[in-house]
């Protein structure tokens, strides 16, 4: 059997404003609407090539947050960039954390809030590479 991850919902109080947060801050595309087929989710994810279908997507849906989420996490390319995050979030309120550079596994990051409340890490340094190689059995 072969398995692949390829989404997560989570419910959120403000789809507008979480749409534009994902959208606008995390770099994501609306890839499918479904309240345009009278459905009540969208789903959120990296732009796909033409004719491609998206990796893996974030699916939001208005709902009651009845759980936290402990957070979302993006890899940004440049330390600039995080930073660029922090100061728009500490801007609109929404910074939490950082930027701070921390180094090993954690790197450069900011940890800010989104609109229903849920916190997204932003980093930069953070070493995905070889880590199912390294972990095997």
Sequence with gaps: MSIRWTHFTVPVTNIEGSIRFFTEVCGLAVVRDRRLEGGGTVW???APRPGADPDFVVVIALGEIREPLDHFGFQ???????AGIAERARATGNLVKGP???GGSVGYFVLIREPSGHLVEFTHGQPLKGLASSNAA
């Design 44 to 46: 959120l994810g990296p």
């Design 76 to 82: 940004c390319e440049t330390r600039e960039e995080v």
């Design 100 to 102: 701070e550079d921390v």
